[in-house]
């Protein structure tokens, strides 16, 4: 179990009455390409709170429906709407001030959000998922997982619009019963970098990704052959993206996993670029040796962000210290702190009403996001996988033969003028080559494959030339 920083909290819950002008001004909002609309209906079969485990005791759902209010006020701001917790006296083990100061430091972080994004948070909806309850040494102890929904204006553009993000976070809560109700004794938690609140331990927290090591392909005497790219495509990825963000999307509630297809990687150090590398692989792009997963299995590439970075910056544009019109849709967004390696990795899923790109990522799990979430101070980097900001799908065509010829780039066996205009395409980033093709394209041998490349390719075509 991790540790918990500061004071121990001693909470009543209470009632707290909110008006209906509290609503959420958005009804109904499209969830991707899934066709799934997010209401409060869509996330929680009961308003609020959803215990996954039907053993659960009903009375959890009273306490926490309680508990969840004051977390969505929090973060729509609606605190004047809401008496505080209560206390009782005769039952606390600190003073009010302990109390106090997590609920302001909450409030001054998610204020401090607002001005690093630019953005004014007009309203929010929170769900909980009760995974699970149990009493220790006559404490309850409950792991639940937290999602809100916040309606903002992104400032960006001066025009009044509401744009949608969300995020979702998993609590060990313990309380103690008592005569009046429950006391909040302890509320385990990290919201990661959008919000910055946490109450663990830095040692305690987990790692940003799976340790290093070896290739996590375990499976003795397992092999994958390369493949040639179908044709990627970043809407298709997009509506994975959508589609997994958060823990619900297996038929039913279900804490252990996102699609539980892939191992969840949470508690082995960061589920982010096992999340990402799903993404691109659902819009189209073919496992192969050094990038794949199956069956538990996976490599460093698939599931570490500073090895997807260079796996996928030879399939696509990579640019450092991207501007928001190079972050392109169904292309990955990557992360470093100040002096630091590559460690974590978003996925672009279109952009909000100003224009901004919007990422979605695990670990923690954020939805519709702005992509430069993590501040100014971050090294940002990204790569081009689709040929617009619209998500176009990139230019592709399939190997025919196993063994082509240098300047033979598009690999058909012959060599000629389809051969040079794939090049330009290459050099244009409007085409997604393999690994093979970029070799039998770059025929100068500096490492590009460029536009001297397909005029040598033309030269050769038309008998000018005999070789490279």
């Not at 536009?451 to 008998?463: F, H, M, N, P, Q």
């Amino acid at each position: 179990m991790k540790k918990c920083t500061g004071v121990i909290l001693a909470v009543v819950l209470a009632f707290c009455p909110l008006s209906p002008a509290a609503a959420m001004e958005t009804d109904a909002l499209t969830y991707g390409q899934s066709g799934v609309e997010l209401t409060q209906e869509w996330f929680a079969t009961q308003a609020g709170v959803v215990a996954e485990d039907e053993a659960i005791d009903a009375k959890w759902k009273l306490v926490l429906d309680e508990y969840t209010k004051k977390r969505e006020a929090d973060v729509s701001g609606r605190l004047s709407l809401c008496e505080p917790f209560g206390y009782a006296s005769d039952q606390m083990s600190l003073d009010q001030s302990a109390v106090a100061q997590e609920d302001k430091e909450r409030a001054y972080r998610l204020e401090k959000m607002q001005e690093r994004l630019n953005i004014s948070i007009k309203d929010a909806k929170t769900t909980v998922i009760v995974q699970n309850a149990e009493e220790q040494n006559g404490l309850w102890v409950i792991d639940l997982y937290e999602w809100t929904f916040f309606d903002y204006d992104d400032l960006d553009d001066g025009q009044a619009k509401t744009d949608v993000s969300g995020f979702g976070v998993t609590h060990r809560l313990t309380l103690k019963e008592t005569a009046g109700g429950y006391e909040l004794l302890e509320d385990c938690y990290d919201e990661g970098a959008l919000t910055g609140m946490s109450t663990v331990n830095e040692e305690d927290k987990e790692a940003g990704e799976p340790q290093d090591g070896a290739d996590y392909c375990g499976e003795a005497g397992f092999t994958l052959q390369q493949q040639s790219y179908a044709s990627y495509n970043a809407q298709a990825a997009v509506a994975y993206a959508d589609r997994y963000v958060c823990h619900d999307q297996n038929g039913s509630v279900n804490s252990d996993y996102y699609n539980s297809a892939y191992v969840n990687l949470n508690g082995q150090g960061g589920d982010c670029t096992n999340y990402t590398s799903q993404c691109f692989y659902a819009g189209g792009m073919p496992m192969d040796s050094t990038w794949f997963y199956r069956d538990g299995n996976f490599t460093r590439a698939w599931a570490t962000a500073r090895y997807q970075y260079k796996y996928m910056s030879a399939k696509g544009k990579a640019i450092s210290n991207p501007s928001g019109a190079d972050i392109r849709v169904g292309s990955p967004v990557y992360y470093a702190n100040p002096g630091r390696d590559i460690s974590h990795s978003a996925i672009c899923v279109g952009t909000n009403s100003a224009g901004t790109p919007v990422v979605n990522a695990h670990n923690n799990d954020y939805y519709h996001v702005k992509w430069n979430y993590w501040g100014s101070s971050t090294n940002y980097y990204t790569v081009q996988l689709s040929a617009s900001s619209g998500g176009s799908t990139l230019i592709t065509i399939p190997e025919t033969v196993s063994d082509p010829s240098l300047g033979d780039a598009n690999c058909d066996g012959v060599i000629n003028a389809s051969d040079a205009l794939f090049v330009l395409q290459i050099s244009a980033q409007m085409a997604l080559p393999t690994d093979k093709q970029r070799q039998m394209g770059d025929v100068t041998r500096d490492g590009q494959v460029a536009a001297d490349d397909a005029l040598l390719i033309l030269k050769k075509s038309a008998g000018l030339i005999s070789e490279f």
